[in-house]
């Protein structure tokens, strides 16, 4: 009995620990690109195949900058189903899909060359601002 009260008090702390928020999907800068816009995406916007895979969080942002990007990243639920995603993805013009570990992501670009283009998404891919 002595010992059962500081156990349920250890349960009691370490259930009472407020979890970190997940980081945001879009910096604010990432290299000569400025966020101009960002909003979060509910499941049921994601494509069906994307959707079918897993969805834990999804978002678009627009980014101004040598060019304009529309960017969609969808987190799913394990780094498999972003690899599936890519393989699944059809080519469209002016426009890259790639994953990195859980992300799965999406760039649309307009006025932009592929050289801007593809720095971008390296700078996005090590992290900038996440």
Do not use: N
Not at 21 to 34: C, D, S, Y
Not at 84 to 92: I, K, L, N, Y
């Amino acid at each position: 009995m002595s010992c059962l009260i500081p156990c349920l008090l250890a349960l009691t702390l370490l259930s009472c620990g407020s979890s970190k928020p997940p980081a945001p999907l879009f910096p604010e800068t990432v290299g000569p690109w400025k966020l101009k816009q960002s909003a979060d995406l509910a499941a049921a916007e994601a494509p069906d195949a994307i959707r079918k895979l897993g969805i834990r969080r999804a978002g678009s942002a627009a980014y101004e900058g040598p060019g304009a990007l529309d960017v969609r990243i969808y987190e799913l639920t394990s780094p498999a189903a972003a690899f599936e995603a890519e393989q699944q993805w059809r080519p469209v013009a002016d426009t890259v899909a790639v994953h990195k570990d859980s992300l799965f992501t999406v760039v649309h670009w307009q006025g932009a060359d592929r050289a801007a283009v593809s720095a971008f998404i390296r700078a996005m891919e090590q992290g900038t601002g996440r």
